[in-house]
């Protein structure tokens, strides 16, 4: 080998290998944010979080289903929310004599002012007035502070999924605190029939906050999934569908989400539009 050639490969090599650690420097310091969170994410999947929450003997008791069933098909008044994982694995396997309407019912969000979501078995018109009540729960032996209520004007609309959003003249949800939430559809030729559950907000960690912000509309559906903030997740996910009704993937993911707390057979539901707050 020509001496005079060495010097000169060795800096060859030498160079490379240096190039070679500022681009593995680079992507190691900045792997937080790089690659983007989008090519992370491959589906929507719901990881329930700690139930009851860090603190508390007991997770807060709920009803997630209440009566006035759809025909012969057994679908009934269904607040969509998760259950404890007790409560979810019975219903999964079908085991009737473990379900009893007294659930333990609580779901996260990071929203002020968040979207609550429910199935309804039946045509909703004027002569079933629904109300909505929130309360700043106390515990267990003490009466919930109200803090909102409304009723709503209903137009005729078929069944499906129903949204309600607290309005802005609502005061905010406060981080850490726990409310009571009631779904009411009265009627004078029937029984009413409600939903109750529980609603907490949390302050995302600093990584997913980042993430969050960074991250497409259906990512952050993701995110909020994969780190058990329900109410944020669901209402991502149907605000994508309603605007991306023929989108595979979302279909896949919407699915997904309602198998995760046992709900399959409300999934193919339609959203339908019939409430306004008055």
């Known amino acids: 080998m020509n001496r005079l050639q ?3 490969q060795k800096l060859i090599l ?7 650690l500022v681009s593995n420097t680079f992507y190691i310091t900045h792997s937080p944010a790089q690659p983007p969170v989008s090519s992370l994410i491959s589906a929507v999947r719901f990881v329930p979080p700690t139930v009851p929450p860090e603190g508390q003997r007991d997770a807060p008791k709920g009803r997630p289903r209440g009566g006035g069933t759809r025909g012969g098909d057994r679908l009934s008044l269904t607040a969509l929310v998760p ?4 409560t979810l694995a019975a ?17 996260l969000t990071v929203a002020e002012y968040p979207a609550l979501w429910f199935y309804v078995p039946f045509a909703l018109s004027g002569d079933r ?3 909505f009540v929130l309360q700043e729960y106390q515990g267990k032996e003490h009466q919930g502070k109200e803090i909102y209520k409304t009723t709503f004007s209903v137009s005729q609309a078929q069944p499906g999924l129903v949204q309600f959003r607290l309005p802005a003249n609502a005061a905010p949800l406060e981080i850490g605190k726990m409310y009571h939430w009631f779904f009411a559809i009265s009627s ?4 009413s029939v409600y939903v109750d559950g529980f609603i907490q ?24 999934a994969a780190n058990g903030i329900w109410h944020d997740a669901l209402d991502t996910l149907a605000q994508l569908r309603s605007a991306n009704p023929q989108d595979a993937k979302l279909t896949t993911d919407w699915e997904n989400l309602f198998k995760a707390i046992g709900l399959n057979a409300i999934a193919k539901e339609p959203i339908v539009q019939c409430c306004t707050p008055n």
């Open 6 to 8: 060495l010097p000169r």
């Open 129 to 131: 007035p629904i109300t």
């Open 91 to 107: 219903r999964i396997a079908g085991n009737q004599a473990r379900l009893s309407n007294e659930k333990s019912v609580l779901a």
């Open 201 to 224: 907000r949390i302050a995302p960690p600093e990584t997913l906050a980042t993430q969050l912000q960074q991250s497409t509309p259906r990512d952050r559906a993701a995110l909020y």
């Open 14 to 20: 030498t160079s490379a290998f240096a190039l070679f």
């Open 188 to 191: 004078d030729a029937e029984e």
């Open 83 to 86: 259950v404890t994982e007790e």
